[in-house]
């Protein structure tokens, strides 16, 4: 595991302890889990995004910090955002890291992000050119995530 993902698991971990709601002192932060405040702040805007359900507040100074909310948001709005916010391309690390961001707010249950998951998936798509993986990877998140939006 990265030091990317050991941050984000640490947040997440914080956020669920904290059922939604965190405030972070982004050197400390760094200082306890060992890596640069540079990496916390790359984390926290790639990952921590309103596409991805968050909504990240600072304050920079000596007393600064860095708050990270959980947004709450009805189901089908949330799903809409995330289609908007995918585009015509997706990798699948950030295919995989929205659908465990739905999952996490209960917009997905396990047994649907399991099936996604599985259909995002590298392995599937190995036999495809390289150039035109993450174009189909995307449609077809954007259109499993279209069927979990309720009309």
């Known amino acids: 595991m990265g030091i990317s993902d050991e941050v ?26 060992g890596c640069v405040p540079s990496q916390i702040n790359y ?3 790639s990952r921590f995004t309103p596409e991805h359900g968050y ?3 600072s304050r920079r100074g ?9 947004i709450k948001t009805e189901k089908s709005t949330a799903i809409m955002n995330i289609i908007n916010a995918i585009g015509a391309r997706v990798d699948a690390l950030s295919a995989e890291m929205i659908v465990e961001s739905l999952v996490r707010r ?13 259909a995002i998936s ?5 036999d495809i050119p390289v ?9 077809i998140l954007k259109n499993m995530l279209l069927t979990q939006v309720e009309l």
């Open 8 to 33: 984000a698991r640490y947040l997440l971990e914080l956020l669920e302890e904290s059922q939604g709601d965190i405030q972070i002192q982004r050197n400390e932060l760094a200082s306890n889990i």
């Open 43 to 45: 984390v926290i805007t």
């Open 55 to 57: 909504i990240v507040e």
């Open 62 to 70: 000596g007393g600064g910090y860095i708050r990270i909310t959980r």
């Open 106 to 118: 209960d917009i997905l249950s396990e047994n649907t992000s399991r099936l996604m998951l599985s």
């Open 122 to 126: 590298d392995r599937v798509y190995s």
């Open 131 to 139: 150039n035109l993986r993450c174009g189909l990877r995307a449609s």
